[in-house]
């Protein structure tokens, strides 16, 4: 067996070598000696070459076919549009005359906490005067955006008007309040960029923060050492820092807590880490100062160390819109960039006019500013003094802002107590005011409360009545809850 | 959107009412239009730029003497939001009217058009829904589609069919990444273009969203007031139902020469939406003046208010705009959009030609307005004309001499002229 296995393969050994040793093996290439095993080596050269171009082996692609597509999308149940509401919405009382220190509701005069009409100018003659003059020329509405025949004389009078008056070099109108700010701060900040905001800052900034897709960081609502400590954070973790725009974005006095910023703090921290500020004046624009300029005045600090001032004037001026002022490249840029601006209609004209009459009568009546300072602190004294809520604001914050002094730990319930609070105080003592609603998207978390919004309007008499009747509903509804 | 060469062309201040002619301030430049003053000197121009399709930009013998009633009643400003102490009596006035006049359930108002958009869209939908919105939508929606976080696909303008390969593509492949299955889809149309001056396919699109279970959202800011028989909007024209579009948005400034924005849905979405949005609990309140002028306005055109003078202004601007568009076109200019819309672009494509046609028309004494990137592609320019009812005939006539002869001018009659007219005795008269 074993002679037969080796001559098998001693006959298959010299046949191999035969063939290797044949004549025609022996060929000579270019001067080179080409053995017969070069044979064999090109054949294997040949089959990697063949088996590294072999595809690998990919599970073959399989697109739905469009009945599978039919079936997915007939599967498919989308959600009800809205999610179903548990309890009935707030429905506001519905005014019957004009929103001024006093107001009718349901047949009855009440004393009127609600409308932030810091300089009491609601009702005031010159302003409708001038408003029917402006509507008799004008009419209504503006019928276009600024770009194409919107802007009306008034508009670039009002523009003047309001520079002059804080001292910048121009200003910008915008058409509403709301959206000034949520224009303004994406037109400057980028993605890439940081910014520096106030945790209470109200929706239409947070909105604004989200739209300019920069990087936001949140410090303690009006707490400087949080403002310091996240400032010396964010410059030392980050290299590049010096390349990226920095805000800081804060409100003079806060819509969400009547609290009012430390200018003059900011100011230091900004030059110290190089920032930039952006300052909504909604609520200290024709209360704050000495002769109503706002928080620079007040805090002594000049103008031009803000990079863009931005108020609301639904408030103090009695009328609608909003503008935005600071230096002409400042101003410049909005008008080309800032979608609030360029692609909505103008302000209509009557409403300018009204603000420019109500600068008018500012610059005229300084006694209106010192009788609103004066209402602000008699208030606040007085509503100090209610057991069960505490007051969060300024002293002279034109906001006076109450919450509950123990939290029954949920915002919904606090809501509900003091929502009761404000109804009986309507019915029962013909005082309006109003408790702070909160959107299901906005993000501030500062607690829920009362809200008086003073004016210069309010009489010593609705003063008094105001804090009589909350201490005595306050002490009912929280004493009994309790 | 534009060098400072031609700064002059946009953002002409006027001084009187932004009616059919209006008074147009001359501004002079010293530094080669890097500033632009004001001069004391006017000229009188007719107006085809501003958004008044019913003429009810100036003052109005039954709505103005209401506005002011109102004004001494209620005060410019309620400085206040509509949940604080800003909701009036007028203001559920309003919101009732609307809401009959679109023929929806329930609506709500709001002190600015493009806020409407920007703070609804973050309220309906959020992560893990999904917003298909057409190619040339407005700012508004494109901002307020970004604000509430949800993804956004786009289909080609104006195309149902593209739509329904989006739709079954999004439904199949689900979320990105994950593959789960979308919460929600809701499409986003506008009445008119505002740029193209087309109507939306409504019934095809209302139909490709029915069949897919998507929701549906209508912009009609161009379209409500100015187009169907009572001036319902693109519903009315095109025979839609209106209980088959969930959410309908329109605004104020356009056809009711007032300001502000609405949506009109039903009732369920119209209290969930003032128990949330933003512009509605934190937003100052629509001022009472302009509330009543919508209220007037739409009187007037219901015919409320004892004459028939909305049904003239809506058969003047059907008349008007279908006149204007078929004489333009007979005279080689290009210009889009459908029949019926008032509003009418005309192709100037060279961006070189903005300034030329802009400024000729102005020293004729008539306004145009002028579109330049980025509101539309950089070699798209155009000019665009919006037709009132308060145009007269004479003051189309003036108007198409004028653009007839600046036209030639500036070289933007692409194509060939309706042939010459001919008259009885064989004279050719050109017909300009």
């Known amino acids: 067996m074993a002679e037969a296995v080796m001559n098998f393969l001693n006959t298959t050994l010299g046949w191999v070598t035969g063939a290797l040793d044949m004549p025609s093996a022996r060929a000579q290439v270019f001067g080179f000696q080409i053995g017969g095993h070069l044979f064999i080596e090109v054949f294997l050269l040949v089959v990697i070459l063949f088996l590294l171009s072999q595809k690998s082996y990919k599970p073959p692609k399989r697109p739905l076919t469009n009945k599978e597509i039919d079936e997915l999308c007939d599967e498919w149940v989308p959600e009800p549009l809205i999610p179903s509401l548990n309890e009935e919405p707030y429905e506001p009382p519905v005014l019957e005359s004009a929103a001024g220190p006093h107001t009718v509701i349901n047949g009855k005069e009440v004393v009127n906490f609600s409308s932030a009409n810091y300089l009491g100018l609601v009702g005031h003659k010159k302003l409708l005067d001038s408003c029917s003059s402006a509507l008799d020329k004008y009419g209504v509405g503006s019928c276009g955006p600024r770009g194409f025949y919107g802007t009306i004389d008034v508009h670039l009078d009002f523009e003047a008007r309001i520079a002059k008056f804080l001292g910048t070099p121009d200003s910008i109108l915008y058409p509403f309040g709301f959206s000034t700010m949520f224009s303004a701060i994406p037109a400057f900040s980028k993605k890439g960029d940081i910014i520096v905001a106030d945790e209470g800052v109200h929706w239409a900034i947070q909105n604004g923060l989200y739209l300019s897709r920069s990087t936001v960081v949140y410090f303690k609502h009006n707490d400087m050492k949080s403002l310091r400590e996240t400032l010396e954070n964010i410059t030392s973790k980050n290299k590049r820092i010096d390349k990226l725009r920095r805000y800081i974005v804060v409100e003079a006095v806060y819509q969400n807590s009547g609290q009012i910023a430390p200018l003059d703090e900011i100011i230091k921290l900004k030059e110290k880490y190089k920032f930039r500020v952006l300052l909504d004046e909604s609520n200290s624009f024709g209360v704050l100062g000495k002769s109503g300029r706002g928080l620079t005045e007040y805090s002594g600090v000049p103008i031009e160390e803000l990079d863009i001032v931005t108020a609301d004037m639904g408030h103090a001026l009695a009328a609608e819109g909003g503008f935005c002022t600071g230096s002409t490249r400042v101003i410049d840029h909005q008008r080309l960039s800032s979608s609030g601006y360029v692609f909505s209609a103008s302000l209509p004209p009557y409403l300018a006019s009204a603000a420019i009459t109500a600068i008018d009568i500012l610059e005229e009546n300084p006694e209106l500013l010192s009788k609103l300072k004066n209402n602000i602190s008699v208030l606040w004294k007085e509503l100090s003094k209610i057991p069960g809520l505490k007051i969060t604001s300024s002293k002279e914050s034109p906001i006076v802002y109450l919450r509950l002094e123990k939290s029954t730990g949920s915002q919904k319930d606090d809501l509900c107590l003091l929502e009761k609070i404000a109804q009986r105080a309507l019915e029962e003592d013909s005082v309006f005011v109003v408790v702070s609603h909160r959107s299901t998207l906005d993000k501030c978390r500062l607690p829920v409360g009362i809200r008086l919004f003073v004016s210069a309007g309010h009489s010593e008499s609705d003063l008094w009545r105001a804090s009589e009747s909350l201490k005595k509903v306050s002490a009912q509804v929280l004493g009994g809850h309790n | ?432």
């Not at chain 2, 128990?275 to 919508?294: D, E, F, M, R």
């Not at chain 2, 007269?392 to 007839?404: C, F, H, N, T, Y």
């Open chain 2, 1 to 432: 959107m534009c060098p400072y060469t031609f700064k002059d062309c946009f953002g002409r201040p006027i001084s009187s009412a932004p009616d059919a002619w209006f008074d147009v301030v001359e501004r002079y430049s010293n530094d080669n239009n890097k500033t632009l003053k004001r001069s004391t000197k006017v000229s009188r121009c007719l107006n085809l730029g501003s958004y008044n399709y019913l003429g009810f930009a100036a003052a109005d013998e039954y709505c103005t003497p209401r506005v002011i009633e109102t004004l001494k009643k209620y005060s410019p400003s309620t400085c206040s939001t509509r949940v604080d102490g800003g909701t009036t009596a007028l203001h559920n006035e309003l919101e009732k009217f609307v809401a009959s006049f679109v023929r929806k359930p329930a609506a709500i108002v709001f002190g600015m058009g493009y806020v409407t958009n920007s703070a609804i869209l973050p309220v309906l939908m959020g992560k893990g829904c999904l917003i298909i919105s057409d190619s040339l939508n407005h700012n508004s929606i494109v901002n307020g589609a970004r604000g509430s976080g949800a993804v956004i696909r786009v289909f080609q303008h104006n195309i149902p069919s593209h739509l329904e390969e989006v739709l079954r593509e999004q439904i199949a492949d689900g979320q990105p990444r994950t593959h789960r299955p979308w919460k929600k889809i809701i499409v986003i149309v506008e009445g008119i273009y505002s740029m193209e001056g087309e109507l939306c396919k409504l019934p095809e699109i209302i139909a490709v969203c029915k069949k897919y279970k998507a929701y549906t959202y209508l912009d009609e800011a161009h379209s409500i007031g100015a187009v169907g028989k009572t001036g319902r909007g693109v519903c009315e024209l095109l025979g839609v139902d209106t209980a088959d579009v969930d959410i309908m948005m329109g605004t104020f400034t356009k056809s009711f020469g007032s300001c502000g924005g609405y949506i009109a849905g039903s009732e369920e979405v119209i209290k969930y939406l003032k128990y949330t949005c933003p512009a509605h609990l934190y937003g100052t309140s629509i001022s009472p003046p302009a509330a009543q002028q919508i209220i007037s306005s739409i009187r007037v055109i219901l015919g409320e208010d004892g004459s028939n003078r909305g049904a003239q202004k809506l058969a003047k601007i059907r008349e008007n705009s279908n006149f204007f568009r078929s004489e333009l076109q007979k005279m080689g200019f290009e210009v889009l959009g459908d029949n019926d819309s008032p509003v009418m672009p005309i192709m100037l494509y060279n961006p070189a030609k903005i300034p030329a046609f802009s400024r000729e028309c102005l020293k004729h004494n008539v306004a145009v307005v002028t579109v330049a990137f980025p509101a539309t592609p950089l070699l798209l320019a155009r000019a665009r004309i919006c037709i009132s009812a308060s145009h007269s005939r004479e003051d189309l006539m003036k108007a198409l001499q004028v653009i007839s002869k600046v036209g030639d001018l500036v070289g933007i009659k692409y194509f060939p002229a309706e042939p010459l007219k001919q008259y009885q005795d064989g004279k050719a008269v050109k017909y300009d």
